[in-house]
């Protein structure tokens, strides 16, 4: 089974910096391209950054360009999103999964809220 968890979330300031972890199982995570997406309260999920299967490749939302980096370490199965100057409009629920899909499974998310 597709196993995917999310980690690190939590309450910073604006202008802070957060790492969230993903750690993936349930098929071959190194043959993947992965995203991270993030859903605020009455929001439709969004796309926030994808790293494709050997991370040479990575493209973000307009909206963190240049403050979001997208790291992944095949050997563990995970990937990494570094937040930095968050602004308030970043809080949200933050998942990991697979760029093409499936999107049957999702993981439980990790809460990122920034605020003062």
């Known amino acids: 089974q597709v196993h995917l968890v999310e980690s690190g979330g939590g309450l910073v300031q604006p202008g802070g910096s957060l790492t969230l972890s993903c750690a993936a199982s349930?098929?071959?995570?190194?043959?993947?391209?992965m995203s991270w997406y993030r859903q605020a309260p009455g929001k439709e999920r969004e796309l926030v950054a994808t790293?494709?299967?050997?991370?040479?490749?990575?493209n973000y939302a307009d909206s963190v360009k240049g403050r979001f980096t997208i790291p992944r370490d095949n050997a563990k199965n995970a990937m990494y999103l570094r937040m930095n100057s968050l602004k308030p409009e970043d809080t949200a629920v933050y998942y990991c999964?697979?760029?093409?899909?499936?999107?049957?499974?999702w993981g439980q998310g990790t809460q990122v809220t920034v605020s003062s």
């Open positions: 999964n697979r760029f093409m899909g499936p999107f049957d499974s």
């Open positions: 349930g098929f071959t995570f190194s043959m993947n391209t």
């Open positions: 790293i494709t299967s050997t991370g040479t490749s990575t």
